[in-house]
């Protein structure tokens, strides 16, 4: 939920035109490596967003969330052509609507299950599809599939962009991240969203309000399940293979992370962890070989100090904390609050 | 498949499933009792394989290395809870989950930087060595054997511990009632205390005497983890009959399945917590 207020609105602006200007940058600070690092933060930024739906929002805490990314990553490998370019509006169409239907038939059954059980069967889920991935030959098992060119969005031959080059596809990742943010900050401020907001409040009293909420879990679960695909479909995209390991249980371990990293609930929040651990461990990893070391004890102290996520460093009034799926939230929680 | 290979097979489910057990039955205490999620919980299998490689190298001797290891791990157990975990149980659990993961990589680094990220292996203790013959001229290591052994010890142990003792009749209601224990003047503090060390010690034993068995090896940590958690979740969170029940149907299916059909063993045990949760969403036994 973006905050309402003009400054918020001020700041992803200045914040999307910083981004949007980058590669035009002078060389120390730009430069192909750093772009390329650039197009891998917005594209886990994608990836944590459409978690954030599922887990910020609307409370369900999801530990498969990388099957969907996944498939749509593994969906350009086994569509991606050896000797020549894909065609992209089609791969593209094949990893968000494939991930989608998978999540359409992953949520409908994991649906039954709440809280920490909610947890563990979409784990369950998710190295199941890994397993299919990792043990059978569809995609050249545990050794990964390569994409050998980039993906081919010509418009009836006409060439509008040639994702080859590093600051373009950076544009084209950046014009994707708009795209997926825009649209989950319009679904969050529909009544759609404030529905979810209401469920993860308290599902009872929706259900008792006349709210279908399963179905409205289902369709977050979809959506979210959706975007994820796209960052999938880029990540594909942008390393040219794809191996199994996005599909475990460590990505989305990671993706949990950089949401409650950057603090839950909020769009921004996901953004702003995605940045914080890709730049981070990439930092980190420059210093020394213990990198993870100084990783783990960042994110304790962020645990220990603050509470609300890097999120909460900002500058807006302090929200109470969010109620946990696992224990439902007491009858004097109103859900008041402006979430839009 | 021959009469022979089945009952072998049969012993390595046992002997796989109640090494699960050990090491789930303490991450079901901690989260049935303190409702802590412990993802750092699978470190401490890692950091037990990794005492029992330095400590043998040590000492010289396997059984000194598990004495003085499991002394180690039950005031290390303390000491964590004391420092870190005492500070989670009125957080949310997704901050749980974000701190127990900044302990695993820690702990995954600290390990590298004090053993290094060499694979190792530990020698079995000369008594234990042999094996023994099961018919049609096939034969079984001591070793598993007596590992199997030892955990049904301890498992049958903590039965009794937490069925029939005064401090088992705390960790009972502890789970379910923790405001009623408190009040009625149990220590609280203490009993989560030693609760918690008790769990870190039963993984860091599992890890101990699970070492000459596989090798010892960076990253062992996080494949338990998970497949605790199945134990865990399928026998129902905060029992640990569930676990016990749990953890050899796992060894069962985990061990034909790698028999039987190799392309998809890996699914197996999750198709079964699946189908299992479906079934029943709170798991098999419900916590008590």
Not at chain 1, 89 to 109: E, F, K, N, Q, R
Not at chain 2, 229 to 240: C, L, Y
Request: hydrophobic share 55%; charged share 10%.
């Amino acid at each position: 939920m973006t905050s309402n207020t003009s400054l918020s609105r001020v700041a992803w602006a200045l914040a999307f035109m910083l981004l949007a200007v980058f590669p035009l940058l002078p060389e120390p600070i730009s430069g192909k490596f750093h772009t390329e690092l650039l197009s891998k933060v917005m594209i886990m930024a994608i990836f944590a967003a459409s978690l954030q739906l599922l887990v910020g929002c609307t409370g369900l805490v999801s530990l498969g969330h990388a099957a969907f990314f996944g498939f749509g990553a593994y969906a350009v490998a086994m569509l991606a052509p050896m000797s020549e370019a894909g065609n992209g509006w089609l791969m593209l169409l094949a990893a968000t609507a494939g991930a989608a239907l998978l999540a359409l038939v992953i949520g409908a059954l994991v649906m039954r299950t709440q809280g920490i059980y909610f947890i563990m069967v979409t784990l369950a889920f998710g190295q199941l599809v890994y397993f299919v991935f990792h043990d059978t030959k569809i995609a050249g098992g545990s050794d990964g599939a390569y994409v050998y060119f980039k993906p081919d969005f010509a418009i009836a031959g006409w060439q509008w962009i040639d994702l080859e080059r590093a600051d373009r596809f950076y544009w084209f990742v950046l014009g994707a991240l708009v795209l997926a943010l825009g649209s989950l900050a319009l679904l969050l401020r529909s009544r759609f969203g404030h529905a979810l907001v209401g469920i993860r409040h308290n599902e009872q009293r929706m259900r008792a309000a006349g709210y279908p909420t399963l179905l409205y879990k289902l369709a977050a679960f979809v959506v979210a399940g959706l975007l994820a695909g796209l960052g999938g479909f880029l990540y594909a995209a942008q390393y040219g293979f794809v191996t199994p390991e996005i599909l475990s249980w460590h990505y989305s371990g990671n993706a949990l992370v950089m949401i409650i990293l950057g603090g839950l609930g909020s769009l921004g929040g996901a953004v702003a962890g995605a940045f914080a651990f890709v730049l981070l461990s990439e930092g980190f990893s420059a210093l020394t070989r213990h990198w993870q070391l100084l990783f783990g004890g960042f994110i304790i102290l962020t645990v220990a100090l603050l509470p609300q996520g890097l999120a909460g460093l900002s500058l807006r009034r302090p929200r109470r904390p969010l109620p946990t799926p696992t224990s439902p939230p007491t009858s004097t929680d109103t859900p008041r609050e402006r979430h839009a | 498949m021959d009469l022979t290979t089945l009952l072998i097979q049969c012993l390595n489910s046992v002997q796989y499933g109640l090494l699960l057990f050990l090491v789930a039955s303490g991450l079901t205490l901690i989260f049935g009792i303190m409702g802590v999620i412990n993802l750092a919980h699978g470190s401490f299998y890692m950091i037990g394989a990794y005492l029992a490689f330095s400590l043998s190298t040590l000492l010289g001797s396997l059984p000194l290395a598990l004495l003085v290891g499991v002394v180690l791990a039950v005031a290390f157990g303390y000491l964590l809870e004391w420092v870190f975990f005492s500070y989670l149980y009125e957080r949310e659990h997704l901050q749980q989950v974000l701190m127990t993961y900044g302990l695993i990589l820690v702990f995954e680094e600290l390990r590298s930087l004090l053993v290094g990220d060499e694979v190792h292996g530990v020698a079995i203790p000369e008594l234990l060595a042999g094996s023994i013959a099961i018919g049609n001229g096939m034969t079984y290591p001591v070793y598993r054997l007596f590992v199997s052994g030892v955990c049904l010890a301890l498992a049958l142990g903590m039965y009794l511990l937490i069925s029939k003792t005064r401090l088992g009749m705390m960790v009972r209601a502890g789970a379910t009632h923790r405001e009623m224990v408190q009040s009625l003047g149990i220590n609280i503090t203490l009993l989560y205390r030693v609760v918690f060390a008790v769990g870190v010690a039963l993984a860091v034993f599992a890890g101990m005497i699970a070492a000459p068995m596989s090798s010892v090896y960076p990253g062992m940590g996080g494949q338990v983890l998970i497949v605790c958690f199945v134990v865990v979740v399928i026998g129902g969170i905060g029992s640990v009959k569930g676990a016990l029940v749990a953890a050899l149907l796992i060894g069962f299916v985990d061990t034909f399945g790698k028999v039987l059909w190799q392309e998809g063993a890996g699914a197996l045990v999750y198709v079964l917590m699946a189908g299992i949760l479906l079934w029943r969403p709170a798991g098999l036994f419900k916590a008590g």
